[in-house]
């Protein structure tokens, strides 16, 4: 599977961003699909992730209420949609892809990452 990430940039605290990431490759609705995200320095920490087929997310406990992940399986993309940002938002976004047999927090797929940053 190749991903490919879009749609980071800068932004005021307060406001919004959408992130996109389009697969190729393989059947796209066999994978759990989640967005990470990390800072210099720190870990790579799993924001939250989605289902082969939707039903079921995870958000990490300081976006929840925040961000809304959500999948179109018939254009093989995922999205994060990233509302009340905050400074602390600031990242290198990666969207990743798990298999069936994997984790969400040990996908098996990554695209490249896109720079979100939020200003005070």
């Known amino acids: 599977v190749q991903l490919q990430a879009s749609g980071g940039g800068l932004v005021q605290a307060g406001g919004s961003l959408r992130l996109s990431c389009v697969a190729s490759?393989?059947?796209?609705?066999?994978?759990?699909m989640g967005w990470f995200r990390q800072v210099p320095g720190k870990e790579r920490e799993l924001v939250s992730a989605t289902s082969w087929s939707g039903g079921s997310a995870y958000y990490a406990d300081s976006v929840k209420g925040r961000f809304t992940i959500s999948r179109d399986n018939a254009k093989n993309t995922v999205y994060l949609e990233m509302n009340k940002l905050k400074p602390d938002d600031t990242a290198v976004y990666y969207c990743a892809a798990a298999s069936r047999s994997s984790s969400w927090y040990a996908p098996d797929f990554w695209g490249q990452g896109t720079l979100v940053t939020v200003s005070s």
């Open positions: 490759g393989r059947t796209f609705s066999s994978y759990s």
